[in-house]
């Protein structure tokens, strides 16, 4: 089994920072992408930023020099530095890990955390 534990959300006022952190665990034998999404009551699941292994970076425009992704392939984790806070950003945040579980196989599957609240008071 994989797991992805993320941690880090919480409240804030806008203008503040924050910073969530997802680790993956389990029967890994290759970590490709990993990302975190992000969805707002009433809203379909966006993409906030992605990384690569070898660290090509995507975000999506309303984050863009606001947020930043970063990863430890040591540690199999992913973070996002999220500052200067809007309340638009008010969502539940969601890891990503596209895995390789198996040797005899190349395939690889996408994988969720179970979310975390952010919250961002005007």
């Known amino acids: 089994q994989v797991q992805l534990v993320e941690s880090g959300g919480g409240l804030v006022q806008a203008g503040g920072s924050l910073r969530l952190s997802c680790a993956a665990s389990?029967?890994?034998?290759?970590?490709?992408?990993m990302g975190w999404y992000r969805q707002a009551p009433g809203k379909q699941r966006e993409l906030v930023a992605t990384i690569t292994v070898g660290d090509s970076i995507t975000y999506t425009d309303s984050v863009k020099g606001r947020f930043t992704i970063s990863r430890d392939n040591a540690k199999n984790t992913v973070d996002l530095q999220m500052n200067s806070l809007k309340p638009d950003d008010t969502a539940v945040y969601y890891c990503?890990?596209?895995?390789?579980?198996?040797?005899?196989?190349?395939?690889?599957?996408?994988?969720w955390g179970q979310g975390t609240q952010v919250t961002v008071s005007s």
């Open positions: 990503n890990a596209n895995i390789r579980r198996s040797i005899y196989s190349r395939q690889s599957f996408d994988y």
């Open positions: 389990g029967s890994i034998v290759r970590l490709n992408a």
